[in-house]
């Protein structure tokens, strides 16, 4: 993620206590309702500049788009304008630098930045908020936002799809064993494995897309909930933020958070998926597989075992999981009692979506480098694709395409052909022909040549199949439909 986007700015915390200046600026900022500052509890739970900062760069943005618009329908004159936009580029600036200082009085990012502009340009800083409310102001940050990091995280879904499909070429016709319920099942190709993973990450990035096409609606002159009576124009503003159109209900516009739960829930589909391949590098990478093995890049040691090389990259891949799920569900539980239209409850919108972010950002950095770095045992994999008789399904099948057998009677035979296997402690391809014909007269000196692993995995040419060539030809079908 892009540090403007997603990282709070280097600069002083405000302390916890308001100063009387501060409530003073509090004051102000409420206008003549208000003749007292908060309470210090109220001001506690109340307070959201020290997450909500990370809005900055899309709420100066959308500042900056709805003063153009205001002076272009002559609400507000074109020297007021030059003066608001001016102060709003020299805020950004302070922001980027960590010179701004955010004070806690001021409650959020909004408030801070209208504070700050007051005292840059003086009152008309206060004709920025003409036509507005901070109801629609956050819903339009936060779509923003939302849709920068979906952006964000696109391009680093690509770069692990890059990243495997490398590694898919690389080992196109390297043998390993599938597996099912975790044991041996059938052979595959390693390139084959890593391309099940492209796919899985090509519809977590549809999803991501689907949801960026919902959320592309500007709801900036909503207003607190009923829209406004100045003449505004929401296309012009819609369009200068890169929204495909303002959304068309002022009270759906300001309460509604289904672009954050949709981008969550597309984040927890994606975070199981990276969880589910952290998982296997580890088993791979455990001494009872010794598949695969990960570099001092992306492993530590133990404070007493030293001989241990533990994938806690991998682990933590694993683990942040859980963490991302909770923010799904953390927000679904704060908007499913909410009446229409805007209440403070959304406010606690934000942190989890900014965790999930976080976390996504991590996990999908350290997969990327993992599947570059992770080195494969070529030979274990290929003696290992041998274990457990995963050629036997090879043998089913050719006593159906060979001697006709229907498949039930054919799974039969083999089952008991197994069973001799291990009574002799032997594999398939290691039982002499008088064993199987004993079991099956009509068995040939053919069936040899089904049952070497590298001749399963080169007989499933089907469509989607492991085959060396099949698994070739995907991969530069990956590189064409995703990067």
Known sequence: MTADNNTNPPVPESPGESSSAEATDSNQMWGGRFASGPDAIMEAINVSIGFDRRLFEQDIRGSIAHCEMLVAREIIDAEAGEKIIGGLNAIREEIASG????????????????????????????????????NDQVATDFRLWVRDAIDDMDAALCGLQAALIDRADEHGATVMPGFTHLQAAQPVTVGHHMLAYV??????????????????????????????????????????????????????????RDFALEFMSSCAI????????????????????????????????????????????????????????????????VMKGLPLAYTTDMQEDKEPVFDAVDAMSVKIAAMTGMVRDIAFDVDRLRDAAGDGHTTATDLADWLVRVLGL?????????????????????????????DMQAVEAGITEDVYSVLAVEKSVASRTSQGGTAPDNVRAAAAEARRRFL
């Open 99 to 134: 010179s701004f200082n955010f004070r806690r009085s001021l409650e959020d990012i909004h408030l801070n930045i209208e504070g700050r502009l007051s005292e840059l340009i003086g009152d008309d800083a206060g004709r920025l908020h003409t036509a507005r409310s901070r």
């Open 199 to 256: 796919e899985m990450f090509g519809r977590d990035r549809s999803r991501f897309a689907d949801a960026r096409r919902r959320l592309n609606e500007s709801p900036l002159g909503s207003a607190a909930l009923a829209g406004t009576s100045f003449p505004i124009d929401r296309e012009r503003t819609a369009s200068a933020l890169g929204f495909d159109r303002p959304t068309a209900n002022s009270l759906d516009a300001v309460s509604d």
């Open 270 to 333: 994606a975070a199981t998926h990276l969880s589910r391949m952290g998982e296997e590098i580890v088993i791979w990478c455990s001494a009872q597989f010794s598949f695969a093995s990960l570099t001092d890049a992306f492993t530590t040691g133990s404070s007493i075992m030293p001989q241990k090389r533990n994938p806690d990259a991998a682990e933590l891949v694993r683990a942040k999981t859980g963490r991302i799920v909770g923010d799904l569900m953390t927000l679904l539980t």
């Open 406 to 434: 229907p498949f039930r009677r054919a799974h039969h035979v083999t089952g008991t052909l197994v069973g001799v296997a291990d009574e002799k402690r032997c594999t398939l391809a290691e039982l002499e022909l008088a």
